[in-house]
C-alpha cells in the first residue's frame, strides 16, 4: 500500500485539471456567445479546440521528449541558461501566443 499517497496526488492532480477545463469551457461559452455566434456554433468551436488539445497534448509530449533528447545532445545551454525544461518553456510560449490572439480578438471587438 505505499502506492496509496501517489493515487491520492494523482486523482488530486486529475480533479483540479478538470475543474479548469470546466471553467474554461464556460469562459470560452460566455466569451463567444457575447462575440455573436449562435449556440450550435459555441458547441462545435469548443469540441474542435478540445480535439485540437488532445492532439497537440500528444504533439506536445513527443516535441518535450526529443527536445530533452537533443538538449541532452548539444548540451542544453539553452535549457541550462534559463534553467527550466523544455516542456515548461513549450507552456510559456504557447500561453504567451494565446494571451496575444486573445487581446488581438477583443480590440476587434471593441472597433
Sequence with gaps: MKYKNLN????????????L????????YNFLSQSGFADGT????I?????????GQ????AASTCGGFLASAIGGQLFQYMNTSPVIMIG??????GTVLMVIGIRRMEA
Design 47 to 55: 469540441t474542435l479546440i478540445s480535439i485540437c488539445g488532445l492532439i
Design 21 to 28: 477545463v470546466c471553467a474554461t469551457a464556460g469562459y470560452a
Design 8 to 19: 491520492l496526488k494523482y486523482a488530486l492532480i486529475n480533479a483540479t485539471f478538470m475543474m
Design 58 to 61: 500528444a504533439i506536445f509530449g
Design 42 to 45: 459555441v458547441g462545435i468551436i
Design 92 to 97: 510559456v510560449i504557447a500561453s504567451c501566443i
